[in-house]
């Protein structure tokens, strides 16, 4: 069992950077990480993920070329690096736990993570 907690979110406007963290109570070299986010009235997406055991990484086509995703091992971290943000990326962002190995995909399910950070809020203006 691993325990996340995320962190990073705030206000910016349209154009800015946030750097999301997500830190975890333990190695996360076992799990898979995403990213998702949630904006109101709509259902909960993925943006990224990024695998523990070959650190490979994926991006939805919503954030890709804009986002990266890149893990601290030495401080069983994963951060969410968020550039040209829009006001579109506006959510609740939630740092999430697979323990499987192996590749990721950003557009997985939901369902497919076990553990779940508490959320950070990003609003971005125009």
């Known amino acids: 069992e691993v325990q996340l907690v995320d962190s990073g979110g705030g206000l910016v406007q349209a154009g800015g950077s946030l750097r999301l963290s997500c830190a975890a109570s333990?190695?996360?070299?076992?799990?898979?990480i995403g990213w998702f986010r949630q904006a109101p009235g709509k259902g909960r997406e993925g943006v990224a993920c990024i695998s523990g055991t070959d650190g490979s990484t994926d991006l939805s086509d919503s954030v890709k070329g804009r986002f990266t995703i890149s893990s601290d091992n030495a401080k069983n971290t994963v951060a969410l690096q968020m550039n040209n943000l829009k006001p579109e990326d506006t959510a609740v962002y939630y740092c999430?736990?697979?323990?499987?190995?192996?590749?990721?995909?950003?557009?997985?399910?939901?369902?497919?993570?076990?553990?779940w950070g508490q959320g950070t809020q990003v609003v971005v203006s125009s």
């Open positions: 333990g190695s996360t070299s076992k799990y898979v």
């Open positions: 999430a736990a697979s323990f499987r190995p192996g590749s990721c995909g950003a557009d997985s399910s939901e369902y497919e993570y076990e553990y």
